[in-house]
């Protein structure tokens, strides 16, 4: 009796978080303000979150609150509004290329659909009792650090070329540009920036008027 309860929760609690999560993506391609797109992104993330929670999925569930909300968001939230983007330019000809968009958005997910769907077949695998206790986030870690180690060492160095690559494109140094040595600027001396001299005072001679103007 109490596992059909907890089962019905279990559903219930499922339905409701992929309706908001469907409700939240529809929002995201059809909401006027950017940034209440963005938020409403968020919503789908935090959504789709609890649902890996309710699979047992705990590691990506933290893992996709962490990463996309709690940085990715903040990020495109922040860069939208600093940027003030015109979203009229982007929505002319909308309906023009609406039907090839329509197109390739229906390839794709008859793409994804063949991909994932065999993925569904229920197969019951034997479940070893001792790894059963170790948990999902400690079972994850013992797959990647062992059986994909080279993978995931490869994938680390692809992502630091990355960074390396975006850093030196983005930082060029411009001969216009003026900038500060903060190095030259802590080892610089008084002596080299102010010098002391004294002089004479200068008294300037009054002025002698010509041909008698200003004599009574």
Not at 154 to 177: E, N
Request: net charge positive; hydrophobic share 55%.
């Amino acid at each position: 009796m109490m596992a059909s309860i907890t089962m019905n929760n279990t559903t219930a609690l499922f339905y409701v978080f992929s309706a908001v999560l469907l409700l939240a993506s529809f929002r995201v391609i059809t909401a006027r303000s950017t940034v209440h797109a963005a938020l409403f992104l968020v919503l789908a993330f935090f959504s789709a979150s609890c649902i890996w929670m309710l699979l047992s999925a705990e590691f990506l569930a933290i893992t996709l609150v962490l990463v996309y909300v709690g940085a990715v968001m903040v990020l495109f939230l922040f860069v939208v509004m600093m940027l003030d983007i015109n979203t009229d330019s982007f929505r002319e000809g909308f309906w023009k290329h609406f039907p090839l968009a329509g197109l390739v958005g229906a390839v794709i997910a008859l793409e994804l659909a063949l991909v994932l769907l065999p993925g569904f077949a229920v197969t019951q695998a034997p479940v070893d009792p001792e790894l059963a206790k170790l948990g999902n986030t400690r079972m994850l870690g013992i797959e990647i650090y062992t059986k994909y180690v080279y993978p995931l060492q490869i994938a680390a160095v692809l992502l630091l070329v990355a960074i390396i690559a975006a850093i030196a494109l983005t930082l060029r140094r411009r001969k216009d540009s003026k900038y500060l040595d903060p190095g030259e600027q802590v080892k610089a001396r008084k002596a080299d920036r102010v010098r002391i001299i004294k002089m004479d005072p200068v008294v300037q001679a009054p002025a002698v008027p010509k041909n008698g103007e200003g004599q009574p």
